[in-house]
């Protein structure tokens, strides 16, 4: 094995939903609260355009690996339409999901040695991509006490002349933490000034709550757009996470280096997802805004029964469907009779005391919390939940 594939960690968040979904098919009644997913079924139009397609033999072939030209289109259309970035068809390469866009996007900017500021806590995937890549992810904390908003003070304590990339990630998994716009403006206007790239990841775009607005980085910087990647995909927004259909959006001569690694790599992405993603784009956003307030019901449910916890404490998600609550008064007691002296002992012991799957804050760089994705029903959120009540509360 190479030292570089050597050294790369298994995806946490897909461990924890893997055992729960094993335990559940051995019988056992486990809440699974570790799938990054909405939990609904992908819309029955979006599915039948998938039929459709399967029937057209065009689709049964090679096609352009950038994309099909209609979904090109469709994507940059979007774009427009919700964030406002002016983009066209030509900007955009369809991946493999979002995450291939991750990836490509690091291994097209990045030289060995080139650091990529990643605020903490992270979704387990960046500093992944950063590293294959030959880059160097560099954690920027980012604190509690600010709602894990990220701040230019501490994005300029992180910076040193081998920063090349930032990224950027607003709704955020894990934290669930939305930029309020002033924030956005304030931390696109610093990485403009040092010259950085920026990677934002805008794939939770459509699931913000309360008062908070998202905001697009590239398109309150336009300055930065020569120096931006945006990441996006159909995912969360359609229920589509097996599909597999995202995009990065870039300048055109980004966008054809990352298409010609992708034309060695994986080729073009399925037609018949494509065809599937273009219906859910051309379809509106009726399906996504129905799940999005059935996303705000279960928040506020599992944001108040969490805060209820013995030796628990969570801050209100903002966006996406995490609740991300600190366990940190729990660490050095025992549950159940045993010791728990990281949130990583506690993920362990809920899985094997309560049949609840968590995944502990290590996988995010954030040790001694929880992420919790409410993209469940609201009767499962209810027992999973009292059944960390009823564990919690055995601390000693
Ligand atoms: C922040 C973020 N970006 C990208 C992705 C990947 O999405 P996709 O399923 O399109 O690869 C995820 C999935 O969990 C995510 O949380």
């Not at 029955?44 to 090109?72: F, S, W």
């Not at 025992?334 to 728990?340: E, H």
Request: glycine letters at 8%; aromatic letters at 8%; a negative charge.
């Amino acid at each position: 094995m190479s030292a570089r594939v050597g050294a790369v960690a298994p995806s946490a968040t897909l461990a924890v939903d893997a055992k729960a979904k094993a335990l559940h098919a051995a019988g056992v009644d486990v809440v699974g609260f570790g799938a990054g997913e909405p939990d609904f079924p992908t819309a029955a139009y979006i599915v039948e355009a998938a039929v459709m397609a399967c029937h057209d033999q065009a689709n049964h072939h090679y096609t352009p690996t950038a994309g099909l030209p209609d979904l090109r289109e469709a994507v940059a259309q979007k774009t427009r339409r919700d964030s406002g970035f002016q983009v066209t068809a030509s900007q955009v390469l369809v991946t493999n999901g979002a995450k291939q866009a991750v990836y490509e996007a690091f291994a097209t900017l990045l030289d060995p040695g080139d650091e990529v500021l990643v605020p903490a806590p992270y979704w387990t995937t960046y500093p992944e991509a950063v590293a294959l890549a030959g880059g160097v992810p560099v954690p920027v904390p980012t604190e509690e006490s600010d709602r894990f908003h990220v701040t230019v003070e501490s994005l300029e304590a992180a910076r040193t002349p081998a920063t090349k990339v930032l990224l950027f990630v607003s709704p955020n998994n894990p934290t669930g933490a939305v930029s309020t716009p002033e924030e956005v403006l304030a931390v696109g206007r610093w990485a403009a000034e040092h010259d950085l790239w920026v990677v934002t990841d805008e794939i939770y775009e459509h699931l913000v709550y309360g008062d908070n607005v998202f905001t697009s980085l590239p398109v309150v910087v336009p300055e930065l757009a020569d120096r931006c990647i945006v990441i996006n995909g159909v995912a969360k927004t359609y229920a589509m996470t097996g599909w597999r259909v995202g995009w990065l959006i870039g300048p055109p001569d980004v966008v054809a280096a990352a298409g010609n690694l992708q034309s060695h790599a994986t080729s073009n992405v399925s037609n018949v997802s494509q065809r599937a993603a273009l219906a859910a784009l051309e379809g509106g956003l009726t399906a996504a805004s129905e799940m999005r307030a059935a996303f705000d019901r279960r928040r506020v449910t599992i944001h108040r029964m969490l805060n209820e916890c013995n030796g628990v404490t969570c801050l209100e998600p903002e966006g996406a469907f995490y609740a991300f609550p600190s366990v940190r008064d729990l660490l050095g007691t025992k549950l159940a009779g045993r010791p728990v002296a990281t949130s990583a002992d506690l993920a362990d012991v809920a899985i094997d005391e309560a049949k609840v799957a968590v995944v502990p804050g290590e996988a995010f760089g954030a040790p001694g919390y929880l992420r919790m994705s409410y993209a469940l029903g609201e009767d499962a959120i209810i027992e999973g939940v009292t059944r960390l009540g009823k564990l919690f509360a055995t601390a000693e």
